[in-house]
């Protein structure tokens, strides 16, 4: 009979300590996922959430504050992430903070990091959504990394190909590098350009030297750099000279003009020098004339012997006489 209530006691020692320690892993599980105090509900939309999982911390400025409730997927490229907040942090978090996805160090789960805003904003409510900032994820630098691998052995590939090229003189560059002419020839136009460089210093020197020289006051050089008014004279000249010849081109013009007038079948001049049948003409109407005015003189002369027209021909002699 003891040994039956030895046992039973056992047991229910047994059965209240498991209770207890249930019942504190309880309360710590609670407290860690914030179940026993007060929240509030954020949201946030991510192209990617990169592995985030329900229960995974929420963090603001480097503290936990709320765990990931619910991720639902809306279309392929957005999913919405719930938060539950604990309602004394939700009074820092502003409407301009954001919230991204990382990794609790190296190797451990993600979590949610939150970006203060700024303090003059409103702080956010129950069932606000904050905006989101999606950082590159380890597969996607790991595809990066491999496809500028890639290049990389391809880039080395061409490179030794063109340094095998270069090596063996082809190309310019390999010219330059193995023809010992024409690195002579180069050093020699080098060594001309040095001796042309020295060449032309020297002779800005002189140049400066005999500058220096000038009387600026007694000599024809110094008054022609000097003296405003024979400047103002010179330009004046080179101004009329400028006028003169525009009207000289204006008359030359004008002279083409007439002479092309000349030239065209319409006109006189041309009418004159050009038509074979005018001088023919001219000439028989001459002849012409000076047969009308020897008959003239004959029917003139034949009136002054007629009886009819003798007396006012006589009257006229007198006259004269």
């Known amino acids: 009979m003891e040994k039956l209530v030895s046992n039973t006691t056992r047991v229910g020692l047994f059965i209240v300590l498991g209770t207890f320690i249930l019942l504190i892993a309880l309360y710590f599980i609670g407290d860690r996922q914030h179940i026993f105090s007060k929240n509030i509900q954020l949201f946030a939309v991510f192209k990617n959430v990169n592995g985030l999982q329900l229960g995974n911390n929420i963090r603001y400025s480097g503290i936990n504050v709320g765990t990931v409730s619910d991720i639902k997927m809306i279309t392929n490229t957005k999913i919405v992430v719930q938060m539950m907040i604990e309602e004394k942090t939700g009074a820092f978090i502003k409407k301009d903070a954001i919230a991204s996805i990382g990794s609790d160090g190296l190797v451990g789960s993600m979590v949610v990091n939150i970006l203060p805003g700024k303090e003059n904003l409103r702080t956010v409510v129950s069932k606000d959504t904050i905006k989101s900032y999606s950082k590159i994820g380890a597969d996607d630098m790991l595809t990066t990394l491999n496809v500028t691998n890639e290049n990389a052995a391809l880039l080395t590939a061409d490179l030794l190909k063109i340094t095998d090229q270069i090596l063996k003189g082809k190309g310019a560059l390999g010219t330059l590098i193995t023809d010992s002419l024409l690195t002579k020839d180069i050093r020699a136009t080098i060594l001309n350009l040095k001796q042309s460089a020295k060449g032309a210093q020297r002779l800005i020197g002189s140049l400066n030297y005999k500058f220096s020289k000038i009387d600026m006051e007694q ?69 012409e004339i000076k047969e009308a005015s020897q008959k003239l003189n004959e029917t003139m002369e034949a009136l002054q012997h007629n009886f009819l027209f003798r007396g006012y021909f006589r009257k006229l002699e007198r006259q004269k006489e």
């Open 219 to 287: 000599s024809a050089v110094g008054i022609l750099l000097t003296d405003t008014i024979l400047g103002n004279n010179m330009l004046k000249m080179a101004t009329n000279i400028e006028e003169s010849s525009a009207a000289i081109l204006k008359t030359t013009q004008q002279l083409e003009l007439m002479t092309a007038n000349l030239n065209t079948a319409k006109s006189t001049f041309n009418y004159l020098t050009k038509n074979e049948i005018l001088p023919k003409t001219i000439d028989s109407t001459m002849i």
